[in-house]
């Protein structure tokens, strides 16, 4: 934000330059050279631009036009256009018009290749996998081919959800303005949901791997893709809010049979007690409290370990009422999985490590299966989403939309408050 901010005063004051210092007497203005060089000195992107084309400037009217049609489209992207044309008008001619060109296309193009805000600074942790996109030689080489319109097009996702949503988007938005000014506060929460969830899309790399285990959290849904295409689909249970499920790309790399659970310390204070000790078959090992195998341990049958170092995996629970709920929010932040075991016996079949399953199932104790290869598992939270063709809309109830939606620059709006943590001991 700061070195935006350098560059834009940059920019103002080479806007000024060959004004008078005193009455008569006029300081020599830069050349283009230097006028480049003195606003790039505040942004790597326009260095990298500029120093790759020995500081000669960019733009011709053809292209600038382009560049304005395109961001004028920046409704379909749930942004808004103004904030990235305004700067323009700033900076009128000269190498400070050519530069505040390259910034703005630089901008637009961040914001659809990799997000207008960072997820990284709305939620910590957040380690889903991102794309990159080196956008500095992205648009040196949509101007020497007189198709910036074209590239910055190509930045966003080209996917049918994406499409979707924005399609919707502009739509909620035609009907807000067709509302004269009192559109329903159902429609205008619509619209801002649509804007949050685009970007949501944006910050996710383009080509995800093929085979995959992707949990959408707002809407405690998981979709296994195999090689592809999408395999399976089933309910899970995702954490409370107050002990939500964190934002992760996280691989599974093991399956385990009758797991036991290490009760955490922030939680131990609930069944540290004798007699609740022995009504979970727990015992302490090593001054940890560890609940043993079984059909009641808190993990059910089956734990898919992932590598992460929040201690967030997806498991099986003995509480099987959850999942026939509407609202399944109600783990303390870790994945519980509807037919974990047959899940489970989906992924020993494809991953072919059937056999070793099925043996180690029934030792009844606990017991590890190692995957040939780790598939990788995306914790996502997609409050809107593409569902056999529908857009589908569900509560914010971690209240992270409105994060998002302030970080975009949207009106704030009132947070509901959380409701009190449930009495549900599993992970």
């Given at each position: 934000?700061?070195a ?9 004051a ?8 005193q009455p008569?007497q006029?300081?020599p203005?830069?050349?283009p050279t ?5 606003v790039?000195?505040?942004d ?9 084309r ?10 600038e036009?382009?560049?304005a049609n395109?961001?004028?489209?920046a409704?379909?992207?749930g942004l808004?256009k ?6 323009l008008?700033r ?11 390259s910034?703005?296309?630089?901008t637009y193009a961040?914001?659809l290749?990799q997000g ?15 794309p ?12 020497a081919?007189?198709?910036v319109?074209?590239?910055l097009?190509?930045?966003?996702p ?7 949503l ?9 009907q807000?303005a ?8 159902a ?6 949901t649509?804007a ?7 910050w996710?790399e383009r080509t995800?791997p093929?085979?995959?285990?992707d949990?959408?959290?707002?809407a ?10 999408a ?7 995702a954490?409370?809010?107050g002990r ?7 691989p599974?790399?093991?399956l ?11 939680i131990?204070?609930?069944v ?5 000790m ?22 059910g049958l ?6 992460n170092d929040q ?10 009422g ?5 609202e ?10 509807f ?6 016996r989906?992924?020993a ?13 029934a030792?009844g104790?606990?017991?590890f299966?190692q ?7 995306r914790?996502m939270y ?14 914010d ?8 939606a302030?970080?975009?620059g949207?009106p704030?709006?009132p ?12 992970p």
């Amino acid at each position: 934000m700061r070195a935006r901010f350098l560059v834009a005063a940059a920019l103002i004051a080479l806007a000024g330059c060959g004004q008078a210092d005193q009455p008569n007497q006029q300081a020599p203005a830069p050349s283009p050279t230097e006028a480049l060089r003195a606003v790039a000195a505040g942004d790597a992107r326009l260095a990298h631009l500029y120093g790759a084309r020995s500081w000669s400037t960019a733009w011709t009217p053809r292209t600038e036009a382009d560049l304005a049609n395109a961001i004028g489209q920046a409704e379909q992207h749930g942004l808004d256009k103004a904030a990235f044309l305004e700067p323009l008008a700033r900076s009128p001619s000269g190498p400070a018009h050519d530069a505040a060109l390259s910034l703005a296309a630089l901008t637009y193009a961040q914001a659809l290749a990799q997000g207008r805000t960072d997820p990284t600074r709305l939620r910590n942790p957040y380690s889903v996998p991102r794309p990159r996109a080196d956008l500095a030689q992205g648009l040196n080489e949509a101007l020497a081919r007189g198709q910036v319109g074209q590239w910055l097009a190509g930045l966003a996702p080209q996917d049918a959800e994406y499409r979707a949503l924005s399609q919707a988007y502009v739509e909620a938005n035609r009907q807000v303005a067709a509302a004269a000014g009192h559109p329903p506060d159902a429609l205008l929460e619509r619209a801002r949901t649509l804007a949050v969830n685009l970007e949501r899309r944006r910050w996710l790399e383009r080509t995800p791997p093929p085979t995959r285990i992707d949990v959408n959290t707002a809407a405690t849904m998981l979709t296994y893709w195999r090689d592809g295409a999408a395999a399976d689909s089933r309910r899970v249970v995702a954490g409370e809010p107050g002990r939500e499920t964190p934002e992760l790309g996280s691989p599974l790399f093991r399956l385990v049979a009758n797991p036991t659970w290490t009760v955490p310390r922030s939680i131990e204070h609930e069944v540290d007690s004798p007699a609740s000790m022995r009504r979970h078959h727990m015992e302490r090992r090593d001054g940890w409290i560890v609940q043993q195998s079984g059909p009641t341990n808190s993990l059910g049958l089956v734990k898919f370990d992932l590598r992460n170092d929040q201690s967030i995996y997806l498991h099986d629970t003995p509480a099987k009422g959850l999942f026939s709920r509407a609202e399944r929010h109600a783990s303390h932040g870790c994945v519980r999985v509807f037919d974990a075991l047959g899940f489970a016996r989906m992924i020993a079949e494809d991953e072919g490590v059937l056999d070793q399953w099925d043996e180690a199932l029934a030792t009844g104790e606990e017991s590890f299966v190692q995957l040939p290869h780790q598939i990788p598992v995306r914790l996502m939270y997609q409050t809107a989403y593409l569902d056999h063709g529908r857009i589908m809309i569900v509560p914010d109830g971690y209240g992270w939309d409105e994060d998002v939606a302030e970080a975009l620059g949207l009106p704030a709006r009132p947070r509901r408050a959380a409701p009190p943590p449930g009495q549900d001991l599993g992970p």
